[in-house]
């Protein structure tokens, strides 16, 4: 890596995982659906995805894409970030495990045609 790719990093990814209890499924996504347009809003906010498992042990990946991790901890401190986690879903509905994950992101590509 030389060092205009160090001091330029091409973004920044946060994945959250959450290992969702059964029959919380539909309800998480709901949420998720819900309170889409609190983060879309903010200053370097790239993209956001909710990755449902296609396995019974995988846990869910909420995925942000920012332009920096300067953008993204200025969304944690955030009244829209705690407007969006004031109500969460019951202790029950999820489980041990997962976790937060912070990449910066040093190659990419993307679709041409």
Not at 30 to 56: S, Y
Not at 79 to 91: G, Q, T
Request: glycine share 10%.
């Amino acid at each position: 890596m030389n060092h205009s790719e160090q001091e330029n990093p091409m973004g920044y990814i946060v994945n959250n995982r959450i290992y969702v209890n059964s029959g919380f499924e539909e309800e998480f996504e709901t949420r998720f659906r819900a309170r889409v347009g609190q983060i879309d809003k903010q200053p370097g906010f790239v993209a956001m995805r909710v990755l449902r498992p296609m396995g019974n042990q995988a846990p869910y990946v909420v995925e942000t894409e920012w332009e920096s991790q300067e953008a993204f901890r200025a969304w944690v401190g955030s009244e829209d970030f705690k407007l969006a986690h004031a109500n969460p879903l019951p202790k029950e509905a999820t489980r041990e495990g997962g976790g937060l994950e912070q990449f910066e992101v040093v190659v990419g590509t993307e679709s041409r045609g």
